[in-house]
């Protein structure tokens, strides 16, 4: 069967820096369009980053867009995002996806677009 694990998850201060990684099994990682969603307590979940099946296309939410950076490497099955000067409001479970779905001019944003989803990895930032 499908599985999606997250890790890299942890506390950590107000401008510091965390890599999140996500590894999948049970499906063929490169047909897959990855992204990564969050949700703070309280919140609806909410996209972050999204990335085509060849890595070669990546989108950003305004929050995050010039301190995250994702990237899939396909040999190994992984997706990851880079996350630098990180900020209080950047506490949330963080959940990796994967969508089946193929458009020709854009990514899938929106989580009813994605087919599988990991357990999330909790990152708290501290002031």
């Known amino acids: 069967q499908v599985q999606v694990v997250e890790s890299g998850g942890g506390l950590v201060q107000a401008g510091g820096s965390l890599r999140l990684s996500c590894t999948t099994s049970?499906?063929?990682?490169?047909?897959?369009?990855m992204a990564w969603f969050r949700q703070a307590q309280g919140k609806e979940r909410e996209g972050v980053s999204y990335?085509?099946?060849?890595?070669?296309?990546?989108s950003y939410a305004d929050s995050v867009k010039g301190r995250f950076t994702i990237s899939r490497d396909n040999a190994k099955n992984t997706l990851y995002l880079q996350m630098n000067s990180l900020k209080p409001e950047d506490t949330a479970m963080y959940y990796c996806?994967?969508?089946?779905?193929?458009?020709?001019?854009?990514?899938?944003?929106?989580?009813?677009?994605?087919?599988?989803w990991g357990q999330g990895t909790q990152v708290t930032v501290s002031s």
């Open positions: 996806a994967a969508s089946a779905r193929v458009y020709t001019t854009y990514l899938p944003r929106f989580p009813h677009e994605y087919n599988y």
């Open positions: 049970g499906l063929t990682f490169d047909g897959y369009a």
């Open positions: 990335i085509s099946r060849s890595g070669g296309f990546r």
